[in-house]
Every structure is written in C-alpha cells, then in structure tokens.
C-alpha cells in the first residue's frame, strides 16, 4: 500500500500529472474478463503434444486435515512449449508433499485444448485441478518488446490477473513458474506468515536494482522518486505467495497496468512483466527465506549458459532464464545442475523407453 500512498499526491505537482495520465490513459482500454471454464472446448493444438508416464498415486499422511481450509492452492501456467516443465514441477511438489491431497491446482491456459486437459488426467489420474481460460487479448495492446521473445508472450502476464481468474473463495494462492522443481514441503512455503503484505517471496538486496530500469527512468526525477521511501529490492516473480484478497481490495492489477501503459508511451524498461511489478511492490513484500527460489539456472536471458548453484540450503530450485534442463538433456549437452531436474521429468521418448 505504501507505494499507493506515494504515487496518490496532488495533481498540482508533476508526479500527479504523470499519475492523472496513466488513469486517463488506462480508463481508455478496454479490457475483458478472463473466464473460468469447466468444459473445455476443443482448439487444435499446433504443437504435438509429449507423451508422459503416469505418475504414481501420492496419499495424505494421519496428520493431514481434509477441510476446505486446509487446502494449498498452487496456480501455473500451463502452455504446450513448458508443459514438460510443469509435470516436473507437479510431480516434485506432489512427491515432496506431506499432504499431497490437499494440493489444488489452478492452470492457466491461453487456449482451451482439450489435449492438454487429457494429458494432465492421464499423467496424475488423482490430481486436484481446475482449467482457466485466460483471454491473450487482455494484455497483448499492453505488452512492450522486451529482450527475449518468450518474455512477450501473453501467458507469460496472466500472473497479473489471478485476483481476476480464481474464485472468490480462494484467498490466498502460490503463483509458480513452470521451469522449476520443489524438493521440500511446499506446505512449509505456503504458511508463511505475510503479516500485512499483498505478496511474499524471497528478496534480494545484494542485486543491483538500477539494472531493471533504462537510463530514461533513472535519469528523470519524478520517475525516480517513485521508490521514494522504499528500499527496493529485487525479487522472482516465478515464486509468489499472493494474498488474492488483499490484492483485489488494493486494486493492484490496476496499479501494475498503469505501468505498463506508461511503458507503451515511453519505454522504462527491457524485460517483460518483472519491472511494473517491481515498480508497484518492490521494497514492500514480505521476505521469504532464500531456500525457495535457488533462481537463474537457466542462465541469462541471451546465452542461456551454465550456472552453478548458489550456496546456501535448497528447497526449490528454478531454471529462470534461457536455458531449460528439458531442452539442453535433449541436446545431449546437459548443465550439471540440469541432472537435479532429470528425476521428476516424466516425458516418454521412444528414447527413454530404448534406455528403460
């Protein structure tokens, strides 16, 4: 709220200006509302699907509760050319699970593929899940060139919506990246205590923060004052824990558009959809211990090249960058940290079969 506060000053003053414009400029965009679907209708997929093995049945233990509450929502993406990625990502978490039954997960798709639904069922027969059909045409008038291609895609800002998308019983949800495994309960990342705050995720204040924003923002003093008060730091918006209730009383989805609006008249920045959520949140989330996004094994955003682990103990690890363990195993020339995500991979290749 703190950055709310900060931007809602007299419109005397040029920081008001700047913040009149973004209201007129947003008020002029129409937008639609991403809905939520329980029959999917059939769209042919351009890309042939993998075929995965089933996953073995995952059960709560005696200690696990089987009420409404006791359920973690875990929302993700789910897009053909990361979907190898995501049953990774669902397997580790439901392996690593101390209540397993409890996971309800909410996948986010750009198009209604009935084969997608399909290969998730068959996969993890017992999975909890629900399919949302997240309309591309909302954001793709707001979406700026960035640095690398798979930054731009529209799916990759469907995270800006989910107080839009989820039911309104869903108070608070794990958004997760579908580049990652989790080796440890993620129940455990779930409870975190969020005291005030919109959003939880670890935080980091050794990073050079200046590098997220052009000289263009820097160098303009209204801009620049923009984090006044706050002591920004960056953080991965591929690991989030969201209170979707205080997210959607605080208007934040609005709040991030109007960056990127801004970002459409005069550019501020080179990556994707990280800086306007930086803009409005960073320097007011709530620190999540390290341990939960061992991210940037992909490597960079150009060259993809090898990374080395971070020091430190280890409860998720996350191929953020160009670089996916899929995509270089395959290649048959693997980063040694890709063989930490080989495990939970669950494709079937006439290869693997061979080597079974």
Known sequence: ??????????????HGLILSFLLLLHSAVTTTVAIRVRTIIHDPSPVKLPVFREAPAFRNGDSCGSKKDDRIHIAMTLDENYLRGTMAAVLSMLQHSTCPEN????FLCAHSDVELVSSIESTFPYLNFKIYR???????????????????????YAR????????????????????????????KLWDVDMEDKVLAAPEYCHANFTVYFNDAFWSDPVLSNTFQGRNPCYFNTGVMVVDVDKWRKGGYTKKVEQWMAFQKKKRIYHLGSLPPFLLVLAGNI?????????????????EGKCRNLHPGPISLLHWSGKGKPWLRLDSRKPCVVDHLWAPYDLYRSSRHFLEE
């Open 1 to 14: 709220m703190a950055l709310w506060r900060a931007l809602s000053i007299p419109v005397a003053s040029p």
């Open 103 to 106: 996971l309800s997960f909410h």
């Open 134 to 156: 997240f309309d591309s045409n909302r954001v793709r008038g707001k979406i700026s060139k960035s640095i690398r291609q798979a930054l731009d895609q529209p799916l990759n």
């Open 160 to 187: 800006i919506y989910l107080a839009d998308i989820l039911p309104a019983d869903v108070k608070r949800v794990l958004y997760l990246d579908s580049d990652l495994v989790v080796v440890d309960d993620i129940g």
């Open 286 to 302: 709530k620190p999540v211990d390290h341990r939960w996004n061992q991210h940037g094994l992909g490597g960079d955003n150009f």
